[in-house]
């Protein structure tokens, strides 16, 4: 099965990506950001429970951290996680490898 993409942007110059893009990289410098994807795979850092959705932190293979929604059964953080897909949102949710 393949891993989805997320949307996201870069700074140029230091190559900070923000998920979701951004057109301003976040310095404060007004500089662009490119528009890039990056894969939606990384390691679990942290879950919780909320009204019965099941939501966790994940550190992309990108650098970046995001907070994300989990498949049920999706709870042994410091394991490899992944997105098959994405929805008309942007939102994917991630699972066990």
Do not use: W
């Not at 996680?81 to 991630?94: P, T, W």
Request: glycine share 8%; net charge negative; proline share 5%.
């Amino acid at each position: 099965m393949t891993v989805a993409q997320l949307k996201a942007s870069r700074d140029p110059v230091t190559q900070q990506t923000y998920i979701p893009p951004r057109p301003l990289v976040g310095d404060g410098s007004l500089r662009e950001a490119e528009m890039v994807t990056v894969s939606a795979q990384g390691v679990l850092f942290a879950c919780t429970t909320f009204q019965n959705e099941l939501y966790g932190i994940v550190d992309l293979d990108c650098g970046s951290r995001i907070q994300t929604l989990l498949a049920p059964g999706t709870e042994r953080i410091g394991e490899r996680v992944v997105a098959h897909s994405v929805d008309e949102k942007g939102q994917a949710r991630f699972c066990h490898e």
